[in-house]
Structure formats: C-alpha cells, structure tokens
C-alpha cells in the first residue's frame, strides 16, 4: 500500500486497536500569529470547536508496520495528516458497488466535496461526493470493491500529526499512537453565510455575523 495524499494531507488508513479507547477533545481556542514587525495578533473565539483525535494503532505483521511507518514519515516530513474520523461512521443501508450509495440515517452532514472512505481487509477506498440528498451520496468513481449493507463508512478527519515512538510489544510488531488535531473546523461558519439568530434583528446595538450594527 503506497502513501496517498487527499488535498495534500497524507492518508492514514489504519484502523485503530479498539481494545485502547479513543481520546476524543474539542477546543475553542483562539489563534494567535505574529506579524512583520514582531507583534502578536490575537483572533477571536471560535466559533465551532476544533477537534482533536488520538487512537493507538497496532500493525499485526511486518508489511503493514512497515506501511504504517512510510506513511507516518510521510506526514511529518508534509506537516499535515487525514484519517476516517473514527467513531464517526455512517452505515450503508444497501449494498454498495458502483456510485450511488444509500446510508441507514443522515446524522453525518454529508456535503458535496467531502470524500468518503470505505475499508476493505487488504485494501481502501477513497471517493468523493458530488451529490447529496437525504441519506444517499452520489460519488464521482465507482468503487473497487462492492460493501454489503450495515458495512460502516467514514468521513475524512483533517489536521496536522503528532505521534509517540513505535513501542515494541513482539519482535514483530509495535504500538503507535497517532494524535489529529483539526486545522479548521469541518464545519466551520463563512463570515456572512449563517443566519442570525431568532430575536436577533432589532433592538440598539443588535448585530449577526455578516451584518452591520442595527440601531433603532
């Protein structure tokens, strides 16, 4: 399995040992960067929270260690990383072999653009969406292998790596935590794209984003 890149992070497609629980945390903090002359700028709070993944793998024969340690080296060397957002995962409803697929429920916002993952034993799928309505995508490639219905598949969990060393538990294999914090938010709110919230419109001083104060 080759190292692949999805907008220019480095895919991650090994799944976690679900016997070490996932740590899963959000933060809203600011970001702060500094300019030219040397001053700090601070930004405002965000609006949506950034998400921050961190899930232990364990390569159980030396091909996939050795996979699992070009792809790391990979993504440290670009500084950005992807993976399924474990924990996040829709169901097929229906069989999936070409490029319609139909999920149980549409608790995940699906959006047209996003890419979507499907694992196989040996191999993965990777397909991005270009139609969305209700619970069934439209991708833009058939995939590779056909999915029965109730197979589980992922969103894409963008943000930059960090990772512990490669404990060694055999002469064969070893344990790797790999740690995702999120650049942007995957939902994050365009300046003047949300509607203000109800009550909102009137009153001195009232104000949304993307609009300008009202006074009355």
């Known amino acids: 399995m080759s190292v692949q890149c999805v907008n220019g992070h480095v895919f991650l497609p090994q799944q976690p040992n679900w016997q070490t629980p996932l740590q899963w945390q959000r933060t809203w903090a600011n970001e702060v960067v500094t300019g030219l002359t040397g001053i700090e700028a601070r930004s405002a709070m965000r609006s949506l929270p ?73 191999s993965f799928d990777l397909r991005q969406v270009t139609a969305v309505v209700g619970s069934a995508l439209t991708l833009n490639a058939a995939v590779s292998s056909a999915s029965p219905a109730n197979t589980l598949v992922w969103p894409l969990l963008y943000g930059k790596l960090t990772t512990n060393d490669m404990s060694l538990a055999t002469g064969q294999r070893g344990a790797l935590q790999l740690t995702l914090l999120e650049e942007t938010p995957g939902q994050a709110a365009q300046l003047g794209g949300v509607p203000p919230p109800p009550g909102s419109g009137s009153g001195i001083g009232s104000m949304s984003i993307g609009s300008t104060f009202n006074v009355t």
């Open 50 to 122: 950034r998400v921050q993944l961190t899930w232990t793998v364990t390569p159980w024969t030396v091909p996939a260690q050795n996979e699992l340690d070009d792809q790391v080296r990979a993504a440290k060397k670009a500084g950005l990383a992807c993976a399924p957002y474990w924990g996040r995962a829709s169901v097929l409803a229906s069989p999936c072999s070409g490029t319609a697929v139909v999920l149980q429920s549409a608790f995940w916002p699906w959006k047209v653009g996003d890419w979507i993952c499907f694992l196989y034993p040996l």
